[in-house]
């Protein structure tokens, strides 16, 4: 962990990769690129009943869906007691009836959660990629068995890795065409949705660019101009 003035990072032992980052002055802010491409997975369901994820880091991003969706039950699986014992410092909100924090594995949680989730977020990253037991068939085929009938799935893979390839073809093996990729600005990561069902086709992009009644103004603000890049991935040229 390094602190700065107005920042607050988390980084591998040994590596100069940042897992996450949290301004001071604003703890909720999504300050990675690709954080707030994972938050995409509103303009496809802005108002998920369940959301788990697999990978704490800082919490940027659980942190945000216990803020701006208070309607959400959140779960988040993570393998690593030290990153756990680093919540505080990063202002992850404490567990209650609808937020969690699980010491667990991300691979056995996933496996063990029956098909009550609206969406799965994948963020796990060992330094050098997705671990390998997040890189199986298996894997995914147990992502796709835990989602609902209309569920998203939404994975951070880091384009440099030696895993890359290999979990986007299982992706493509389980989701088949409803599965689509989105590169975030420095070319480092690429967030991949995929759908349980057929939500991605019945759903009008430009309609879901409006703010939704219920999300507050200032989370609006963060996500509109990532959600704008989402859009032109999907528009046809």
Same mark, same amino acid.
């Given at each position: ?7 607050? +990072? ?10 996450? %980052?949290? %301004?001071?002055?604003?703890? =909720?802010? =999504? +300050? ?9 997975? #509103?303009?496809? /369901? ?17 942190? @945000? ?12 699986? *993570? ?36 098909? &009550?989730?609206?969406? #799965? ?18 894997? @995914? !085929?147990?992502?796709?068995?835990? #989602? &609902? ?9 880091? #384009?440099?890795? $030696? &895993? ?8 493509? *093996?389980? @989701?088949?065409? +409803?599965?689509? !990729?989105?590169? /975030? $600005? $420095? ?43 989402? !859009?032109?991935? =999907?528009?046809?040229?």
């Amino acid at each position: 962990m390094h602190q700065t003035r107005d920042t607050l +990072t988390l980084q591998f032992a040994g590596s100069a990769a940042i897992q996450s %980052s949290m %301004s001071t002055l604003n703890p =909720l802010a =999504l +300050t990675l690129d690709y954080t707030r491409m994972m938050m995409g997975f #509103l303009l496809f /369901d802005p108002d998920p009943a369940r959301i788990v994820m697999i990978g704490l880091g800082g919490g940027a991003v659980p942190k @945000f869906c216990h803020r701006y969706l208070p309607d959400a039950v959140i779960d988040v699986a *993570e393998i690593d007691p030290d990153v756990i014992a680093l919540r505080d410092a990063f202002k992850v909100p404490p567990d209650d009836a609808r937020f969690q924090v699980r010491l667990a594995d991300g691979r056995e949680y996933v496996v063990q959660t029956p098909p &009550t989730v609206d969406v #799965l977020l994948i963020d796990a990253f060992d330094g050098l990629g997705m671990p390998p037991d997040l890189c199986t068939a298996a894997f @995914f !085929e147990a992502c796709h068995a835990c #989602l &609902t009938a209309n569920g998203i799935l939404v994975v951070n893979l880091h #384009l440099e890795s $030696d &895993t890359y390839a290999i979990c986007l073809d299982h992706l493509r *093996e389980q @989701f088949g065409a +409803t599965l689509f !990729e989105v590169l /975030d $600005d $420095d070319m480092t990561n690429s967030v991949v949705f995929a759908c349980k069902g057929s939500r991605f086709e019945g759903t009008d992009l430009r309609q879901a660019l409006r703010k939704p009644p219920r999300m507050a103004k200032d989370a609006w603000r963060q996500l509109m101009p990532t959600f704008k890049v989402i !859009e032109a991935t =999907l528009t046809p040229r």
